[in-house]
Every structure is written in C-alpha cells, then in structure tokens.
C-alpha cells in the first residue's frame, strides 16, 4: 500500500479520528450552493472512503460517517430553524435541541454508508463501486423515508453546469450523484496509489463516464431547439415581504398594494396586442379569499385585467372551521376565486406536527394544515396551457409529483422562503428546481416571496432570474425543448427512479458475485 495511505491506516488516536470526520463533514458543506466550492468533494469524500474502510471495528466504521453527517447535516441545514426565531417564544428555546435532534438523525443514513462500507471490505476498486452504490441508496432512501427529505444531494454541488446536469435526463439527480461519487473517488485513489497498474482501470473508468456525461450534454444543448408554446405572457412577481411583515396583519394593505403594483408596472409595453398577461403570485401571498372583497386595492385586478387574463396565487383555503389548506387559485378580472390545487406534501413542524392529536390530548395546542388529496389533476383552465403546480418543498422530490398521464406544458413551484432570512436554505431550495426542469424536460417557472424567483427552460437554464432579498417581476414565455420537429421526452420522465434504483440493483449482485469469486481464489 502506498505510503499515503498511512495517515488512514493510523487509529492510535481515536478522539481526533472523530474530530476529523467532524471537521471534513463541514467542508463538504463548501462544496453546496451557495459556496459551490466542489474541489473539496476530493478531501472530504476521499476521507471518509479511507477512513471507514481501514477502521477497526463495525463501530469505528459507523462513528466515522456519523460524527461526518452530524457536522455536515448542522452546518447545512441549520437555516431551517431559523423559522423558530420567527415565531419565537417557546420555539427559540426548542430550536438548538431540534436541530440537534434533526442533525443526529440525519447523520444516521452516512454512518449507514460507512458502516457497509466496512462491512463489503475486499479491495480499493471493489470498494469503491459499492461505496458510491451505498451513498447513492442512502439519498434515495433520505428521500422516501418519513415523509422524506432529499436535500443537498451530491449532484446539487454541480449545479451551475448545464452541460454536466443534463445526464439526469436520464438518470435522475441520484444517478448523477452515482458518477460524481464514483469520479472523486477513482480519481483520488489513483492518484495516492498511482504505483499500481491495476489502479489504471479506475483513471480509464473515470474517464469514460466524465467524457460520455460531457459529450451527451453538449449533444443535447446543441441539437435541441426552444418552441414558444403560447401567445401568453406569464409575469412573476416577487414582493419581497419579509416574514414578520408578513405575519402582522395591520400591514396587510401594504402587502397587497406592493402585489398589484408590481402586476401591471409597464404592462402596457410589455404586450403585444395578441398577447395575455397572466401574472404569478407567490405561495400564499393572499390569506384569505374574503380579502379580495375587503380590501379595495383588488378593484385594481377588475380594471387591469383582460378577458383571458387572470392572477394565479398562493393562497390559504378554508373549507370549515379550523381546518385549512395551503393552496393555487386562480383569479379572473371578476375577481372570482377558482381553487385548483392544494398542497400533498406538507412540512413536518412547519405545516404540521407529527403526533399532534397525541400531543394535543396532554395539553399542548397545535394547529396543523390539511393534506391535499394525492390524485390531483394537472391544471387545465380555459385558455392556459397545462401546468402543474409544486408549492415549496414539493419541488425538492425527483420523479414524484409529475405523473406520465395528462402530462403538463410546463412547472410552476410557489414559494414563501421568507422563514429562511438571508441564509444558504433559498440557495439550496432554488437549485432543485433546474434538476426537476431537466429531468422532466419541462418549463419551470419558480415564483417566490423574497427569492429566488426564476424562469428556466426545459435543459434546466436559467433564462431570468430576481435574486435573493429583491424585489421586482420579469416577463417570461413558456417554451418547450424540441429536437428534429419532436417535442423533446426525457427517459427520466417516464421511468423515474426507477432506472436508476434497478440499475443499481444490478451493479450491486454483480460486484457482490465478483467479490466473493475473488474471495474464494485467495
């Protein structure tokens, strides 16, 4: 074994082993939006591969990827709690256990990595495919377990590269995730073992997948063409309301006139005379469907508004007594509201507390929101072209919420990241939004609160944008990607997950055959 591999090796010291893992847990966080720093994938990945597969014991190996996501799942996710300070009270004392509590668990699905990775110790280039199987598995799981929570998953950390990113068109993000997984670690092996030929089969593999991921998406850039859809002019809308703001109902007024002001801003120039406007609200930028009649500053919609026009918006729907749901309606010049979707997949202690009716029979008094129903349909309304709505995190799931039946033109993700302040959570929500346009091959238009709101084509680039903590609108079309005068269907689009989970399936019963002929040679 080469002698750089010794600092691996060395378990004398088993405190700052641990420390170690903590400290390359948090570089990988760099290695994310808004940082991007994806050089560091090399250090921290290729630690934690070593460490793991020459550690002592079953435990050694499961602390080294715990104390790892412990530190990473912190520093990553720690945002998340800054919705606690918002509400503040009881919350703010609950908000260092909670993210504690949140990170531990987390941390659990790399100990799991590392722990197999011990486990199917046999040599460096074995190890290695079934590390990078492993990870990929633990993301897949992250995001279906308990209501699941796939976020930063190691493809996000290529995110500003279109030509890279364009694979999941095929494989997904957790497929990406597979090869960049599969690429830092043959890279690096090789170059700390660069004295074994054998080790030349990991710097060709390598190889192979960077040239063949880069080829097909230059391939794909090139050889595609953007159709506009419709006539339509779609505008979006970012208030920038801050939270507070938003929560204190005397500054409602305010609120609202700020969203019909920048709705018609320069509408007439805008359009040509066979255009339609239909504008974006962000995910609940209108409490309550009462409002339209009670404050005067909606007269505004009756007056600017065409036929065929409408305002479409977030908005909290209440069908009886306490009982509410996060929802999109749409808004017509009459001012008459049509609900056409609520939201399925809603936030754990966000939107709802898990065992709340438990909870709530001992003395504590928690509201929750309402599911929507799972078999929604894609949005048809009168004149628009078919669109699917995803309200925060529900734009964060690959493969889930766009079904193969009545498939939409396009993706619209309503957004409040107004809880978040000015942290790296909007950065790091914003990102999978490029994934699901890629993978689905569809128009996304994200439309959020304070940022990032953002039009992006169906090859995930970004064609406008209004940045974190700003506020404006831009005026987008809806394109569809074609290649040879077909409209472009991606092989994700149809297959989801599923190719890349049964592809995995594979790899791993052939490397676990190899392994164990390999075993019975010696």
């Known amino acids: 074994?080469?002698?750089?591999?010794?600092?691996?090796?060395?378990?004398?010291?088993?405190?700052?082993?641990?420390?170690?893992s903590f400290f390359f847990g948090i570089s990988l966080v760099i290695c994310f939006p808004p940082f991007n720093f994806w050089p560091l994938l090399f250090p921290s990945l290729t630690f934690i591969f070593l460490k793991s597969y020459y550690a002592e014991s079953n435990k050694d190996a499961f602390l080294i990827g715990w104390f790892f996501g412990l530190s990473f799942f912190i520093f990553s996710l720690y945002w998340i709690f800054n919705s606690f300070l918002i509400r503040s009270g009881i919350y703010i004392y609950l908000l260092p256990i909670c993210?504690?509590?949140?990170?531990?668990?987390?941390?659990?699905?790399i100990s799991f990595v590392t722990f197999l990775n011990y486990k199917f110790k046999t040599n460096l280039i074995f190890n290695i495919v079934f590390?990078?199987?492993?990870?990929?598995?633990?993301?897949?799981?992250?995001?279906y377990l308990l209501t699941g929570f796939p976020w930063n998953l190691l493809a996000h950390t290529f995110s500003e590269y279109d030509i890279i990113i364009q694979i999941c068109s095929i494989v997904g993000v957790y497929g990406l995730s597979f090869f960049i997984i599969y690429f830092v670690l043959s890279l690096s092996i090789f170059v700390l073992n660069f004295n074994k030929k054998k080790e030349f089969f990991l710097l060709l593999s390598t190889f192979f997948i960077f040239i063949s991921i880069i080829f097909y998406g230059i391939n794909r850039l090139k050889n595609s063409d953007l159709i506009t859809y419709t006539p339509n002019i779609f505008r979006i809308v970012q208030p920038?309301?801050?939270?507070?703001d938003k929560l204190d109902f005397s500054k409602l007024e305010a609120n609202y006139k700020k969203l019909v002001e920048l709705s018609f801003k320069n509408k007439m120039s805008s359009l040509n005379t066979s255009e339609n406007l239909v504008i974006f609200w962000p995910e609940t930028a209108v409490f309550n469907i009462n409002h339209f009649n009670s404050f005067p500053i909606f007269k505004k919609l009756n007056i600017n508004l065409k036929e065929n026009e409408y305002v479409i918006t977030g908005i909290f729907r209440n069908e009886e007594k306490d009982i509410y749901y996060n929802s999109i309606s749409i808004i017509d010049k009459n001012l008459s509201v049509n609900f056409v979707y609520d939201k399925i997949?809603?936030?754990?202690?966000g939107e709802y507390v898990p065992f709340s009716n438990f909870l709530n029979s001992i003395g504590f008094n928690f509201f929750n929101l309402q599911k929507g129903l799972n078999n929604q349909k894609t949005i048809e309304y009168k004149n628009l072209p078919k669109f699917k709505p995803l309200i925060c995190y529900e734009s964060i799931f690959p493969g889930k919420f766009v079904k193969n039946k009545n498939k939409p033109i396009f993706l619209v993700n309503f957004t409040n990241d107004a809880w978040f302040g000015n942290t790296i959570g909007p950065h790091q929500h914003f990102i999978n939004s490029?994934?699901?346009?890629?993978?689905?091959?569809k128009h996304l238009i994200r439309v959020a609160n304070t940022g990032i709101s953002a039009s992006i084509d169906p090859f995930g680039r970004i064609l406008k944008k209004i940045p974190l903590n700003s506020s404006g609108y831009f005026d987008t079309k809806v394109f569809i990607g074609k290649k040879n005068n077909k409209v472009i269907k991606t092989i994700f689009s149809k297959y989801k997950?599923?190719?890349t989970i049964i592809s995995l399936i594979i790899l791993f019963f052939l490397f676990s055959i190899l392994k164990y002929q390999s075993y019975r040679k010696k």
């Open 497 to 499: 997950n599923n190719l």
């Open 345 to 349: 997949h809603l936030v754990p202690f």
């Open 99 to 109: 993210l504690f509590s949140f990170s531990c668990f987390l941390a659990l699905f």
């Open 240 to 244: 920038n309301i801050n939270q507070n």
């Open 131 to 143: 590390f990078s199987i492993f990870w990929t598995f633990s993301e897949i799981l992250r995001g």
């Open 1 to 20: 074994m080469n002698k750089d591999f010794i600092f691996f090796k060395n378990n004398r010291k088993k405190t700052l082993k641990y420390f170690y």
């Open 434 to 441: 490029k994934f699901r346009a890629v993978e689905e091959g």
